[in-house]
């Protein structure tokens, strides 16, 4: 149990002359929950897929539950419950007949299906929902059927490529909790996600990639204290005069960010700054203190231009 349940060294994938990932190195250990981030066209999809055992490594090392995905791919999809961004649930069938068929796929008995189903709807809050088609249900029962269905065959590993997307803040926070529960139960999670309150929820590690590779690795405390101060202030000014008040920022922060509608002053004591600003006699429209987030860090590592 002292391994690593997945790791890989100068791992690459290249589709032709394209490099989406560039030679990375990671370890995710059992009962840890590891979360990949990064913008799109980072290279998270491309490992979580060479993780998988679904797309072949172009050059370096992987090992995932101390096999090689090349050589012992049946062997690992086999003890891997997987949770797509979509859901690719069949509409048309019962709650119960999603699992059973899924269930069949791993050429598990009846018997032991039907046992693990009821405990799978009862981790879902499903139980009610076991006769019903699946086409009327919310995004959120959908979501924990489809993450109940990745662990019918109980995975060593659970994959979940942004399990909360779409999803309103009362069916994410209730997934967290599902999620939160597994992690105690010892299952081990590999996350990809770009919510960064998420992240901080759900990841006791994680890494940032960019253009392939990986530009930061750490727990989210650990990265913030790195890579970012204790707090942020927020400072709008009314329209027009932002440019003509940045000069008289000077000196107040660590670090300065000027965006188009606001600048954010990154110290490790926003209320105080705060005071300094209004001695200056700086025409504020409004103030927001804050304490510093992964967000923070994601866009200084991964920059805030759009990625198409």
């Not at 009962?31 to 066209?41: C, M, Q, R, V």
């Not at 659970?158 to 299952?187: F, M, N, S």
């Not at 300065?256 to 005071?275: C, G, K, M, N, Q």
Request: glycine share 8%.
């Amino acid at each position: 149990m002292t391994d690593p349940l997945v790791s890989a060294r100068s791992l690459t994938k290249r589709f032709g002359d394209f490099t989406a990932v560039d030679a990375i190195d990671f370890d995710v250990h059992h009962g840890e929950s590891f979360g990949f981030l990064g913008p799109n066209g980072a290279g998270k999809s491309s490992t979580m897929k060479m993780i998988g055992a679904v797309s072949p490594v172009s050059d370096g090392s992987l090992t995932v539950l101390g096999m090689d995905p090349e050589a012992d791919g049946p062997a690992i999809r086999a003890r891997l419950g997987v949770v797509p961004q979509e859901d690719n649930l069949d509409e048309e069938l019962s709650v119960y007949e999603n699992l059973l068929i899924y269930g069949r796929y791993f050429g598990m008995s009846r018997e032991v299906i039907d046992r693990r189903v009821a405990e799978l709807l009862a981790f879902a809050q499903l139980e009610e929902r076991k006769d019903s088609r699946v086409e009327p249900l919310s995004g959120g029962m959908k979501r924990r059927l489809t993450i109940a269905r990745g662990l019918i065959n109980q995975p060593d590993l659970l994959i979940l490529d942004e399990p909360t997307t779409g999803l309103d803040p009362q069916a994410r926070h209730l997934l967290w909790d599902r999620l939160y529960r597994l992690k105690q139960q010892g299952v081990t999670l590999i996350i990809t996600t770009h919510y960064m309150d998420e992240a901080e929820q759900l990841c006791d590690r994680l890494v940032i990639m960019d253009k392939g590779k990986i530009v930061a690795e750490g727990s989210p405390r650990r990265l913030i204290e790195h890579y970012s101060t204790r707090e942020v202030l927020e400072l709008r000014f009314p329209v027009g005069l932002q440019e003509e008040m940045i000069g008289h920022l000077d000196g107040l922060a660590t670090r300065s960010e000027v965006l188009p509608d606001r600048v954010l002053l990154y110290t490790d004591d926003a209320d105080r700054t705060a005071a300094e600003v209004a001695s200056r006699e700086v025409a504020v429209e409004s103030t927001v203190s804050r304490r510093s987030t992964l967000e923070d860090v994601f866009l200084r590592l991964t920059g805030r231009s759009l990625i198409e």
